[in-house]
Each structure stands twice: as structure tokens, then as C-alpha cells.
């Protein structure tokens, strides 16, 4: 943050700390001046780099939330007053890429109703859709940014869609990644991505672009073809 002037946000997530931990996790972030938090449930550690790890989930995402915003107010997890307040701006995490999506809306609403303050879904790779959650979340007084991350490969691909909790791509896509890897998976990608975005800025206000592995200039070309689509100058 010091070094870029850029503003970082970091993500709790449910699954890494017991109540204790994530207090004291929060107040450190909030000496540091980092108040900028995604709150999320987390996936299970077995679909991590260490299958063996145990998950925690002493808190759902709500609660998650509810317990951040009353650090603002000057309130402790157990309730006890604290000597200062803290100033957090609390993201929620939206999952659309389910069957029954006005479920997902329901529960996107109580983490609104918990205080999140703005929401960021997981990736989407379907235009449709797109459309759809734009119309089933216009209601929301809390901005909500659509998530897209290009594909880097065929096998990227077929990983997500088949072993990554969250994450769905449509048939069109898949049939598109099909065999495909370095350069020309990378350009393909950068290309469905590019289709997604034109569909994004026709509905959302707001975006973010997640890189693939280490491929920062896929992120580069989007972040540059969303900007000279908008006009703006802006960071995306």
C-alpha cells in the first residue's frame, strides 16, 4: 500500500482462524491501516496444497461480517467496548453460478443485511447469465462488481469447471478451450474474456479482473480493452 498508493484488499475467509484468531487478525490489519477486507466462507482444506489441514469455521460468513462491522462501532467479538474504533469497508462474496440462483440471491441478501458493504461474485463465464444476475440484483443498495478471469489453457479449463467449488463454464467455452495451451490457450482466453467484458460493462458498473497464475499480461490486455471500450482512464 505504501509502496503503490494502491488500496489492498484482503480476504478473511471463515475456514483459517477461531474467533480469537480472526480478532486479533482484524485489529492487526486495522493498525496497519489496511481496512479493506473481503469476507468469505472459505473452501475446505482438502481442495488446497495441504489436504491433510483441518478447516475451522467457527464463524459463518454473516457472522463473519456482522463481527467486522461492530469493530467499526467500537465493540469487541465478545461484546466489551474497545479503546478505539476501527474503519472497515466489508466485501461479501456472491456464488451465481448455481442452479436455483434466486436462493443465492436470498442469501446474498442477508449478507447485506449483516453489513456487507459491497459484493464480488466469483467468476463468471456465460453472457446469459451475466444478464440475469445484473436484472436479479438491481434491487441491492450495495454496489456488486462481477468477477472474470481469463483462461490460460484447455486443461485450466476442465480444471475449474470439474474441481473448483464456485466456478462453472458454459459448453460454448469449454468447447472453445478444448486442446488448447500456452500462447494459443492464453489468446483464447484473452479473447472469451473480452466477449464476457463487452457483456459486463453493458450491465455492472464495476468489475475486477483475477489473473491466472502469474500471467499479469492477460490482466493488462483486458484491463486495457475494458478501458478503451468505456473511455475511462481509471484503474479497473
Do not use: W
Not at 169 to 175: I, T
Amino acid at each position: 500500500k505504501e509502496r503503490t498508493g494502491l488500496r489492498p484488499l484482503v480476504h478473511i475467509a471463515c475456514r483459517d482462524r477461531n474467533l480469537i484468531g480472526t480478532q486479533s487478525h482484524m485489529m492487526g490489519l486495522d493498525a496497519l491501516g489496511i481496512d479493506h477486507v473481503l469476507a468469505v466462507t472459505g473452501d475446505p482444506a482438502r481442495f488446497g496444497d495441504l489436504p491433510g489441514s483441518s478447516s475451522v469455521y467457527d464463524l459463518t460468513s454473516f457472522e463473519m461480517i456482522r463481527m467486522i462491522k461492530q469493530l467499526n462501532d467500537g465493540t469487541a467479538f465478545s461484546g466489551k467496548p474497545l479503546k478505539q474504533k476501527a474503519s472497515f469497508v466489508v466485501g461479501a462474496a456472491f456464488n451465481p453460478n448455481v442452479k436455483y440462483l434466486d436462493k443465492a440471491i436470498q442469501r446474498l441478501e442477508r449478507k447485506i443485511e449483516s453489513g456487507a458493504d459491497y459484493i464480488m461474485t466469483q467468476p463468471v463465464y456465460d453472457t446469459g447469465l451475466i444478464a440475469r444476475i445484473a436484472e436479479l440484483t438491481r434491487h441491492l443498495p450495495v454496489p456488486v462488481f462481477l468477477g472474470i478471469m481469463p483462461l490460460a489453457s484447455g486443461r485450466n479449463a476442465e480444471y475449474l469447471h470439474n474441481e473448483v467449488p464456485g466456478i462453472q463454464l458454459s459448453d460454448d467455452v469449454r468447447k472453445r478451450m478444448a486442446g488448447l495451451e500456452g500462447e494459443a490457450g492464453r489468446a483464447e482466453g484473452v479473447r472469451i474474456a473480452e466477449e464476457l467484458l463487452d457483456a459486463a460493462v453493458e450491465h455492472f458498473n464495476g468489475i475486477y479482473l483475477i489473473t491466472p497464475f502469474l500471467f499479469y499480461d492477460m490482466s493488462v490486455q483486458l484491463t486495457r480493452y475494458v478501458l478503451d471500450k468505456t473511455g475511462r482512464q481509471a484503474t479497473v
